[in-house]
Nanobody, 114 residues
Framework: QVQLVESGGGLVQAGGSLRLSCVASGSWFRGSPMSWYRQAPGKLRELVARINSNGGSTNYADSVKGRFAISRDNAKKTMYLQMNSLKPEDTAVYYC???????WGQGTQVTVSS
């Protein structure tokens, strides 16, 4: 059973924006801290941003601070990643991660052209 489904990836030019969404399948979402990770070809998966269960606390990788914003809507069981001022080095598969249950989504591809 699929627990987390990402969407919103695509191809964008450098300087552009995308918003990723991650929809959870159950009410457990409300109590789970959540995060976004990404993995570029030939590289390890890395943490992009993290948000606590009520959305009151967030953390970001230094490489995306000031450009990306993580948020969540617990009523919709959805987490978001707003990505602005995108750079070619942001190209990767982006994954939604439930830190409470350890589940991962299937990933969504983000490609930024120069």
């Amino acid at each position: 059973q699929v627990q987390l489904v990402e969407s919103g990836g695509g191809l964008v030019q450098a300087g552009g924006s995308l918003r990723l969404s991650c929809v959870a399948s159950g009410s457990w979402f409300r109590g789970s801290p959540m995060s976004w990770y990404r993995q570029a070809p030939g590289k390890l998966r890395e943490l992009v941003a993290r948000i606590n269960s009520n959305g009151g606390s967030t953390n970001y990788a230094d490489s995306v601070k000031g450009r990306f914003a993580i948020s969540r809507d617990n009523a919709k069981k959805t987490m978001y990643l707003q990505m602005n001022s995108l750079k070619p080095e942001d190209t990767a598969v982006y994954y939604c991660h439930d830190e409470g249950r350890g589940d991962w989504g299937q990933g969504t591809q983000v490609t930024v052209s120069s």
